[in-house]
């Protein structure tokens, strides 16, 4: 029971361009969604977060929307700069159990 | 040190033989958790451990997976009669708090990395 889901393994996008990275989510319960960038043979490290009381929240270069209702978050990088290639996951956090669930990630690749 | 430290970094281990992975999380931190990640698949929950409380053993594949912590520091995690299935890089996470924690505290280790031949 995939419980996060992030459907896209893989987007390229234009050094320059809109990077929109797209998550799913099955349980109504979780608390924070979170997203991670991992690049090879390290471990990941946290890029942004959202309350599940928000709709969206902004850092820089990066904004997270949240939609509720659809129980569907996204990930919004702009402009994309070819450093942000990295494997992006998305992660719901339940306050009840404690637990971070991570969907499969998504491989992003920006051309310069 | 600051960070989550992991050991080892590498392992290769032949078939049928035991591991014992080690996270040394981030001092004061009472959440502790392992993932494991295969090649070419995303983040996959093992264990969670949260102060004094039962550990959340529910990802755990099999009985050949265990994971202890002692108190609020040190966890191993031991794999045993591994299988080549087995091999995956498995990552450590420790965080101040598992109740309410905004979860921009969990931080990572960079992970061991075990090769089953």
């Known amino acids: 029971d995939q419980q996060v889901k992030q459907n896209s393994p893989s987007l390229s996008v234009q050094e320059g361009r809109i990077s929109i990275l797209n998550c799913d989510y099955t349980n109504s319960m979780f608390d924070y969604f979170l997203w991670y960038k991992k690049y090879p043979a390290e471990g990941p490290t946290f890029l942004i977060s959202?309350?599940?009381?928000?709709d969206k929240n902004e850092d820089g270069r990066f904004t997270v929307f949240l939609n509720k209702s659809a129980k569907h978050l996204s990930l919004h990088i702009v402009p994309s700069q070819p450093g942000d290639s990295a494997v992006y996951f998305c992660?719901?956090?339940?306050?009840?159990?404690?637990?971070?669930?991570f969907g499969q990630g998504t491989t992003l690749q920006v051309k310069p | 040190g600051a960070g989550v430290s992991q050991s080892p970094s590498n392992k290769v281990t032949e078939k049928g033989k035991d591991v014992e992975l080690r996270c040394d999380p981030i001092?004061?931190?009472?959440?502790l958790y392992w993932y494991r990640q295969r090649l070419g698949q995303g983040l996959e929950f093992l264990i969670y451990?949260?102060?004094?409380?039962?550990?959340?053993k529910s990802g755990l594949p099999s009985d050949r997976f265990s994971a202890e912590r002692t108190g609020e520091s040190v966890s191993t995690l031991t794999i045993q009669r591994t299988q080549q299935e087995d091999s995956a890089v498995y990552l450590c996470a420790s965080s101040l708090g598992g109740q309410g924690v905004n979860g921009n505290t969990i931080y990572f280790g960079e992970g061991s990395w075990l090769t089953v031949v």
């Open positions: 451990f949260q102060g004094n409380s039962a550990p959340d």
């Open positions: 992660a719901a956090f339940s306050g009840n159990t404690g637990k971070l669930i």
């Open positions: 959202i309350s599940s009381i928000k």
């Open positions: 001092s004061g931190h009472t959440a």
